[in-house]
């Protein structure tokens, strides 16, 4: 059946007009698709964050025979970022159509994937599943990938071992075998503070904040040059960043808390705790030392705020070979950007990444995704589930 001509996703536009920004609940949009979902007798798992306000959701369209283990996850998260200080033309929450694009806020990344998917159900539970097909809708991956680990133990409790992953990030449809990981960080920097006409009795929280970002960027510049080197990837070194910084109340007094975050991106065969200690022990050895030196209650200390390991998928899994028969671009991309991929990857699922959407349009003002994209995302679903059909056996 051709779909060139179904310009329409009912369900892309149902999920973008749910505000899902990280630090809200999205539990009227996972009601809303557990509600569709239970209308087709479809088993729904909900796992929830701690305060209960967030959840993800995990279903499973049995094979054949009924059976659930097994099979294919589609995945993607809920959540998106804010609009904050972006000057948006649309409305960020609403789905406009203009000029073969669906613009709003998650467009790209990512529901229209999701929106693609549930639009497809129908087809999967009509048709004769040789393996399941398990669909994953996390919580808080914009800040940390923080909601899927509680989806992949509660698969661990229930012994649920799918056999693939396929997490519908942002890829123009290609597909992506690795991706670096991402580690950030918060330094709370504590000095004492003076009037600034009496600076010999002060500890400046921001000179020595300072230093540590100095200290950061000389990291990334020694691995910039030095390497290791994987030309495979668009930025194919390991990258070190301070993003925010913060501190100090007025310019003519001495600060006494300063505080800034900071991230690295390492290849996949770096070690990231071997970046995590460089960075410590120079917080430790040569910032708070000095600082408690000078003053008691002075130093600075190093939290973990998210990690999110890389992804390596090995090109010879079931679940590559099954995608790259599927697809018409035959390539395998490595990105810079981290995704749920190599958490599903570290708990045993080989995984790719492959969606609708350029990347470059994720987290901007009038976010978009191309519609002929979710016309391609949905005719690679209408495959899949054509290439997972049970065979009869012909003797």
Known sequence: MSIHNEMRFPWVERLL?????????????????????????????????????????????????????????????????????????????????????????????????????????????????SVPLHLSLSFDEEVGCAGIPHLLADLARRGINPRGCIVGEPTSMRMVLSHKSIHTFRCQVRGRAAHSSLQTQGVNAIEYAAQIVERLRLLAQRYRTEGPFDHRFEVPYLTAQTGRMNGGIAVNTVPDECSLEFEFRNLPTINPETIRREITDFVESNISAEMVRLAPEAGAQVELIASSPALETSPTEFIVELVRELLSDKREERVGYGTEAGLFQAAGIPTVVCGPGDINRAHKADEYVEVSDLVACKQFLRSLVESLQWKEDPG
């Open 17 to 129: 007009r749910f505000d899902t920004t990280s630090e809200k609940s999205n539990l009227d949009l996972i009601d809303d698709v557990a509600a569709y979902l239970g209308q087709m007798n479809i088993d729904v798992s909900l796992t929830y964050n701690r305060e209960r306000t967030k959840a993800n959701l995990f279903a499973t369209i049995p094979n054949n025979n009924g059976d659930i283990n097994n099979g294919i996850v589609l995945s993607g998260h809920t959540d998106v970022v804010p609009t904050t200080g972006q000057a948006w033309t649309v409305d960020p929450y609403d789905a406009t159509y203009r000029d073969g694009r669906i613009y709003g806020r998650g467009a790209c990344d990512m529901k229209g994937f999701l929106g693609v998917v549930l639009e497809e159900v129908t087809a999967m539970t009509q048709a004769r599943l």
